[in-house]
């Protein structure tokens, strides 16, 4: 078993306990931490890093980004940085063949380990996007599968599959007939096909966001959850396709961003029991989760993953829709993370760069505050809170001994207040106790 150890620097396992000096990995796991890992340095054969000051956290996790989009449009996003101008896109790429896939998977892997991102979800793939643009379809699952089998062993993967269209509508019928199809086999920890994404709703700025109250239009949004079979009422349809995700066994992820679609969600989440789905329930986005819509969420047990750089880049176009005061009452970020039952930040890339770095500083600037509280909460909605997300944190996500060998080392300490997210440096990502990343 080789041995590695890192010393010499600042060791934030993030499980709550006090900073170490030292970490040492074997067989893909934290064996040692503080003054017991440093005689391991001393085996034969060990590989030792010398922190040299710098900082180690566990590997990030990004909640909900599209890797085979990303890795489509790179560098271009669909919201830049205002620093940032690449060329706008003509039209949006396309992926024809497998191997075009399988390079765009690559393509943001590389991207990622440079990140320090060691696991990821994927939100959405599968035939809903067949006829698309080939980065959401059944050919990219297989890409992802092909990938799996070579054991391309770069980042941990949980995927989650869709049955209807991306941002788009989704029938009853096609979810049924999705979820009676078998799953393939994989290795869980590297590549886990949890669950299924369903999209109840757009987004605000667009004004097709269910929302409770209408629209600078007079509109209040739709649900796009409809049963082409039978006259029924959209709300009906999404509890049903609710109640069948979580009947089948698998995670059900849920597209909501109006006020109106939160408590919808809710509310079938909790007469379906999705406490106790395992991995868990959660809603995606919940831009405009308020106090109800909070209460009804952490009673129905439902987690969140929400996209601070989106609020950020998107607060005045929101505002000239829903109005200034609801647009600054939306994405309530510290009131999230602390009251559901777990809730992450990500970046939903490509929407925006899967930089966690950036999505944290836009976390600090939305909230108005810079303390070691705050960013301890912030760093472990990037690492912590996904692992309960991905119903792994038995085994990733902090670096206690016995977790995952998943960490990254920094060139600053993120939770020392005042340090600019931005302005850290990543200088090494270990995944698996490998490492796959090294800036030198
Ligand atoms: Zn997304």
Not at 117 to 134: K, N, Q, V
Not at 197 to 221: E, M, N, W
Not at 338 to 360: G, H, K, Y
Not at 365 to 387: E, H, I, N, S, Y
């Amino acid at each position: 078993m080789t041995m590695t150890v890192l010393r010499g620097g600042v060791v934030h396992t993030l499980d709550g306990s006090a900073s170490r000096s030292a970490i040492a990995f074997a067989g893909g796991r934290v064996v040692a931490l503080g003054p017991a890992a440093e005689p391991l340095a001393r085996e034969g054969g060990a590989t030792v890093v010398d922190l040299d000051g710098a900082v180690v956290v566990p590997g990030v996790n990004d909640a909900h980004l599209h890797a085979g989009w990303l890795g489509a449009r790179w560098p271009h996003t669909i919201l830049p940085a205002s620093d940032t101008t690449p060329s706008p896109l003509s039209a949006e790429p396309t992926l024809q063949s497998p191997a075009e896939r399988a390079a765009a998977l690559e393509r943001t892997w590389t991207i990622l380990a440079a990140l320090g991102i060691t696991s990821y979800t994927e939100p959405g793939i599968g035939p809903g996007e067949d006829d698309g643009t080939g980065a959401f379809d059944t050919q990219m699952l297989e890409a992802y599968l092909n990938l799996h089998n070579r054991g391309v062993r770069t980042v941990r993967v949980t995927l989650l599959q869709l049955f209807g269209r991306l941002d788009g509508e989704g029938t009853l019928r096609a979810l049924r007939a999705g979820l009676a199809r078998a799953l393939p086999h994989t290795d869980r920890s590297w590549l886990n096909i949890s669950g299924v994404k369903v999209f109840a709703d757009g987004i605000p700025p667009l004004r097709t966001a269910c929302v409770s109250h209408a629209y600078d239009d007079g509109t209040h949004g739709s649900l796009l959850t409809y049963d082409d079979e039978h006259e029924r009422a959209r709300e009906d349809t999404l509890a049903e396709m609710i109640a069948l995700v979580h009947d089948s066994g698998r995670q059900l992820a849920v597209h909501a961003t109006g006020d109106r679609t939160i408590a919808l969600t809710a509310a079938a989440a909790q007469l379906n029991g999705a406490a106790r789905s395992a991995p868990p329930s959660y809603i995606v986005h919940a831009d405009m989760a308020g106090e109800d819509e909070l209460a009804a969420m952490s009673a129905a047990g439902l987690g969140a993953t929400i996209q601070p750089l989106i609020a950020l880049r998107t607060r005045a176009w929101a505002s000239e829709v829903i109005g200034q005061k609801r647009a600054a009452a939306a994405w309530p970020i510290e009131r999230i993370l602390r009251t559901l039952p777990f809730a992450t930040i990500s970046s939903d890339a490509p929407v925006v760069e899967p930089d966690w770095r950036r999505a944290l500083d836009a976390a600090l600037t939305l909230v108005g505050r810079d303390d070691v509280d705050l960013r301890r909460l912030l760093m472990r909605a990037v690492t912590a809170a996904p692992a309960v997300q991905d119903g792994a944190a038995s085994w990733k996500g902090t670096l206690d001994v016995g977790m995952a060998a998943d960490a990254v080392v920094l060139s600053a300490d993120p939770l020392e207040p005042g340090t600019p997210f931005p302005e850290i440096t990543v200088r090494r990502t270990i995944c698996g106790g490998r490492t796959v990343y090294a800036a030198d």
